[in-house]
């Protein structure tokens, strides 16, 4: 190697410097790019799985109702479709549901092509899966590109429980509608067993690829501008080295060493190194005049030596030789053994140390080192114990003194912060028996042990919810007393972003520092940037995505100098999300600066907020149950509901009033029990047609009070569909107009009858006749009309008064009334003026035994306050169609008949265009 640059000239070495320096800066970008994909492509994987996590814990939920018997299997999974199907994340993104069927699973529930569901993956166009990989770790296996979807899905949660697919997939479109192009989508599966449905959701990769070949292309630009510039000033500093080089070579060149002589010296020029150069060649040529006839001397003493030490040195270095081939495989065994051994303990990712019986450290692997922020080689020979916090330092030495003195191995538990360790401890003993070290295997079990603290909150968030309905303030408050351990969190509190800008404080939670919310509580703050604004808060719920801050940094200022106990602890604000929006924000204080570093914990904190804005909303929508109930309660209209077979479950108490019934006594039944007998069977049978298809049915319905009395209801009847479009509640609201429907007949009975005999009046009598009439125009059938006038009416009015004559009026009516069938009409058309219409009559001689029933009955004495009235009446008789084809041609023909009557000498009837006859004619 050496000799290969020997022969390289200056200039050629420093291009040679600059090469390698640009192929340094090469390579480090291409290992910089797969680094970078391999970054994007896990938060890819990370993003998809805590997503998924979420839309499973919403499974759990319901499974959980239904195993508390609230719900039945079929009503929790329609609830669980319905919440997963409405969940969305960055706005188009979705989550859908499959089963695991054979050969090929079907769609449950797909939210953006609802076409998909309850329909089998069988298409071409669900083969294009590339990779898959069964569980969270490990390689993709890659495919053909042809593997179905549905299989691929089935195929990695039955192998793991969950997995990842990458497939083909089009993008949705802005507004609405897919791309034609397919782009290559990654997608996380989980099996959710007790019902055997799977549950995803995927996210678009092509923008990992986009993002590589951006930042290749911009790094690309930048090496060849740093290229150029380099290569230029490599060239200059050639220049500046090889010209006084080439001019002191020509020189040296020149020299002449004749006879023993030095008769050149190199020139100087300035003060540059070429010239302290220069000048030291020209002193070593003078040295070596001097020093050449000292060597000439020496040089026959040193010949003799050497000839003699060469003998000499041959044997010994022959042995030394063979000591020294001896000793490097000893160290390479050795190196070898400890190579193969560093390489046992770096690569598992628990922490590993080997101790003396005191607590050195005599080994300890990468990752160990790494958890107290240094190398193995640095931390070695150290104190373990004085590196651990005192308390924890006690227990650790309590557990290896225990080894030590037993020799057996021990396990146990312990925390360091916010790290939870399994810990087990083994002897090593020598060949006598007794323990020389002691061998620790610390795993870190954090995530485990922070991930099942989190499940138990959201049950018992849940439970919480279930059994006593606490409101929104007193959910946010339990989660914020839960979270602080869990973390090993300092402080945390949530607020609500309002729709006036204010930024309402919820809950909150403190550890040890007892008071440091005091005064930020009781300056209000808002998020819409004015003035007060809350820097941070107000940025994550503008935007809906956390951020990370320092608390003693500049967008803290105006907190810090509220509250002067802050110290530089991170800060990590959190968006919760209810309903699609930025409700709120979750503010979480870590115990240091450095606590939220990386990408886990962050990550992890972002997913806890998505659960919690499940529940918030889960409360809110408590809180609104609870005061639409109690509004519904409270409504003086009556609402009742039942489910799909018509069993009342809810009524309200406007509706017990109603009814005379108790809420005891209806639950559980129907609303046949409040059936009159009013409303025949085809009015039900329409009615259960119109409400059963899903319509809303309105109308009025007699309905039986509890006391048997009958009351009418103006009622609505809303059907309530469930996801598949099935009746599953129905809704009744009734409204009593039974006073207001008496009213309407009283004012309706005023209007066609007469105030004082109550037959019908002028205008009621028209309309009955005009109906008589058309009726024996479509059956053929003929009818007659009576027009009927009272005689010496007038002298009754003026020997007794007007009120002994509305006595006699009366009378008569009552009496024309018994005369005549039930489908006949009698009415008074003013005065002492009546009409009798006879519908479907056989012939005349049907009217004129009515006419003499009247005749006869209108004759009798009528009793007056202590004396009789008698008075007699004159009929006029028309048949019709005999006598007319209109309402005013059948009426005229009577009218003039009753005249004739009267000129015929009274109490009497004639018919109309005939001759008048006696009473007695038959």
């Known amino acids: 190697m050496f000799s290969f640059l020997s022969r390289l000239s200056v200039r050629n070495r420093i291009w040679a410097i600059v090469a390698m320096l640009i192929c340094g800066i090469v390579v ?206 490599a060239a200059l500093i050639a220049r500046s080295i ?83 081939i001896e000793h490097r495989q000893a160290d390479l065994l050795i190196q070898e053994s400890r190579i193969r051994m560093r390489a046992l303990l770096d690569a598992t990712s628990e922490s590993v140390l080997l101790l003396d019986p005191q607590g050195h450290i005599l080994a300890i692997n990468a990752f160990g080192a790494q958890r107290f922020g240094q190398v193995p080689e640095a931390i070695t020979g150290k104190n373990f114990y004085e590196l651990l916090p005192p308390d924890l330092a006690v227990k650790r030495r309590a557990l290896v003194e225990q080894v030590v003195s037993t020799g057996e191995p021990l396990h146990s538990q312990d925390r360091r912060g916010a790290i939870f360790f399994n810990n087990s401890i083994y002897p090593v003993k020598d060949t006598s028996g007794a323990v020389e070290s002691i061998a620790v295997y610390a795993k870190d079990v954090t995530e485990q042990h922070c991930a099942k603290e989190v499940d138990d909150i959201f049950r018992n968030l849940d439970a919480v919810l279930l059994k006593w309905r606490m409101n929104l303030e007193s959910i946010a408050q339990i989660f914020c007393d839960a979270i602080l351990p869990v973390f090993d969190l300092a402080a945390a509190w949530i607020g609500r972003a309002e729709k006036d800008g204010q930024l309402t404080w919820l809950a909150s939670a403190e550890g040890s520092d007892k008071g440091f919310f005091t005064s930020l509580r009781e300056n209000r703050r808002r998020w819409d940037g004015d003035p007060t604004c809350c820097l941070p808060a107000g940025a994550v719920i503008r935007s809906g995505q956390w951020q990370m801050v320092t608390l003693n940094g500049p967008q803290c200022q105006s907190c810090t100098e509220v509250n002067q106990t802050v110290s530089p602890r991170a800060v990590i604000v959190l968006p919760l999300t209810l309903r699609g929006e930025t409700w709120g924000v979750l503010t979480l204080y870590g115990r240091d600066a450095r606590q939220f570093e990386g990408w886990q914990l962050p990550q992890r904190l972002a997913a806890i907020a998505v659960r919690l804005g499940t529940t918030l909303e889960s409360a809110m929508q408590q809180e609104w149950l609870t005061l639409l109930d109690a509004a519904l309660a409270g409504v003086d209209n009556a609402v009742l509901i039942t489910d799909a077979n018509a069993s009342i479950l809810w009524n309200n108490r406007s509706f017990a009033q109603l009814s005379g019934y108790t809420s005891q006594e209806i639950l559980g039944k129907t609303p046949k029990m409040f059936s009159s007998g009013c409303q025949d069977a085809d009015f039900f049978q329409r009615f259960w047609q119109t409400i059963s298809s899903g319509k809303t049915w309105h109308g009025e319905i007699v309905n039986a009070h509890r006391d048997g009395s009958t009351y009418t209801v103006n009622q609505t009847v809303t059907p309530l569909l469930n996801t598949n479009g099935q009746v599953s509640h129905y809704v009744a609201i009734l409204e009593d107009i039974t ?133 007699g009446i004159t009929i006029g008789i028309a048949l019709f169609p005999q006598h007319g084809h209109t309402v005013e041609q059948v009426l005229k023909a009577a009218d003039d008949a009753m005249y004739r009557a009267k000129d015929a000498g009274r109490n009497c009837y004639a018919f109309a265009v005939e001759e008048v006859l006696p009473q007695s004619s038959p």
């Open 28 to 233: 480090g970008e291409v290992i910089d790019m797969f680094r970078l994909r391999e970054v994007l492509w896990r938060e890819k994987e990370e993003k998809t799985r805590q997503l998924v996590e979420t839309g499973f814990s919403v499974l759990t939920h319901f499974h959980q109702l239904q195993q508390a018997g609230e719900l039945s299997q079929v009503a929790a999974q329609a609830a669980a479709i319905s919440t997963i199907k409405a969940l969305r994340y960055n706005k188009t993104e979705y989550f859908w549901l499959s089963d695991l069927g054979t050969p090929f699973p079907k769609i449950i529930m797909h939210p953006t092509m609802p076409a998909l569901d309850g329909h089998l993956l069988d298409l071409p166009q669900f083969d294009s899966v590339t990779s898959l990989r069964a569980g969270t770790e490990g390689p993709f296996t890659v495919t053909n590109g042809n593997k179905n979807i549905g299989v691929a899905f089935a195929e990695v949660v039955n192998q793991g429980g969950q997995g990842y697919v990458v497939y083909d997939w089009q993008k949705p479109k802005a507004g609405s509608g897919v791309t034609e192009q397919l782009y290559p989508k990654l997608s996380y599966v989980k099996k959710f067993a007790p019902w055997g449905w799977v549950i995803g959701s995927g996210v678009y990769v092509d923008d990992v690829d986009a993002t590589i070949r951006q930042q290749l292309e911009h790094n690309v630009m930048m090496l060849a501008g740093i290229g150029t510039l380099l290569l230029l000033f």
């Open 242 to 324: 090889t010209q006084p080089l080439r001019l002191a070579v020509d020189v040296m060149r020149t020299v002449d060493l004749g006879a023993g002589r030095v008769v050149q010296r190199l020139p100087v020029v300035g003060r540059s190194e070429f010239a302290e150069m220069a000048t030291g060649f020209n002193d070593m040529l003078e040295q070596l005049q001097l020093r050449d006839a000292k060597l000439a001397q020496h040089q026959e003493f040193l010949e003799t030596e050497v000839a003699h030490r060469t003998l000499e040195l041959r044997d010994t270095n022959a042995q030394l030789q063979q000591e020294l």
């Open 739 to 871: 006073q207001r429907k008496a009213a309407e007949e009283r004012v309706q009975h005023t209007a066609q009858f007469d105030l004082l005999t109550d037959l019908p009046n002028r205008g009621l009598f028209f309309d009955r006749l005009g109906q008589a009439m058309n009726l024996g125009q479509r059956d053929g059938s003929s009818g007659a009309l009576m027009f009927l006038d009272l005689d010496h009416f007038k002298e009754v009015n003026d020997q007794l008064g007007h009120g002994a004559g509305d006595v006699v009026l009366m009378a008569v009516a009552k009496r024309l009334r018994e005369q005549v069938r039930q489908s006949d009409t009698v009415a008074r058309l003013g005065g002492d003026e009546f009409t009798v219409i006879l519908p479907s009559l056989r012939d005349r001689h049907d009217a004129v035994r009515v006419a003499n029933n009247i005749i006869a009955a209108i004759g009798q004495p009528i009793e007056l306050d202590g004396t009789q009235a008698r008075v």
